[in-house]
């Protein structure tokens, strides 16, 4: 918890120190989250809210936070005694960075990168037919950087489309889990 107020106060500060004419901006993105380097076999969904400040023309502060999860089930047939494992794994980074969006008129590419701190949990249930159920979990704190880029389609003054792909990794004193997501967004800016 400290660590989201300080980086929320320190990008507050940084954005007061700015050119008055600045305005801010909030997105909403959502995608699939693909894993590159980990012991997960399926894809996830991925989620983010982002709170962008204008402080120059094409240069953003951006604050977010992301939710991704994973849910995997297999099924086990042990004759008399059927058993379903379910293993769930989630991150939820939160994160601070800064944009530059190539503003040359129509459609505007961009490049972000950002760094912060995600919890990590993982869930695993153990199911058996017989109606036993065994529940195990765990949670680390990873520190998670992210890469990314895309292309942000203006349909007005104040909205955008968005779609881009990012890179993320999540890593610690014991693993290091790294992800590709594709998603979509919106952009309105206030």
């Known amino acids: ?19 008055a004419n600045s305005q801010f901006a909030i997105e909403a993105h959502g995608g699939i989250s693909m894993p ?12 983010a809210m982002v709170l962008t400040y204008t402080i120059a023309k ?20 042990l004759g008399f005694f059927n058993a379903k494992t379910t293993n769930t794994i989630e991150y939820m980074p939160i994160m601070v960075g800064g944009r530059y969006t190539f503003t040359m ?36 704190t990873f520190t998670t950087i992210s890469l990314s880029g895309g292309l942000q389609f203006p349909l007005n003054t104040n909205l955008s489309l968005m779609g881009m792909a990012e890179y993320l990794s999540f ?18 800016e206030l």
């Not at 918890?1 to 050119?19: A, C, H, I, N, R």
């Not at 590159?36 to 989620?47: K, R």
């Open 1 to 19: 918890m400290k660590t989201v107020l300080f980086m929320l106060l320190f990008t507050s500060m940084l954005s007061m120190t700015q050119v």
């Open 105 to 140: 008129g129509g459609i505007q590419p961009f490049i972000s990168g950002m760094i912060g701190s995600s919890k990590g949990t993982a869930t695993l249930v153990l199911t058996s037919n017989l109606g036993a159920e065994q529940r195990f979990e765990t949670s680390e």
């Open 171 to 188: 890593t610690n004193e014991n693993e290091s889990d790294k992800f590709l997501i594709v998603k979509g967004g919106i952009r309105y």
């Open 36 to 47: 590159q380097d980990s012991a997960l076999n399926i894809n996830g969904t991925h989620g």
């Open 58 to 77: 094409g240069i953003d502060i951006l604050t977010t936070l992301q939710y991704q999860r994973f849910v995997q089930t297999t099924e086990s047939n």
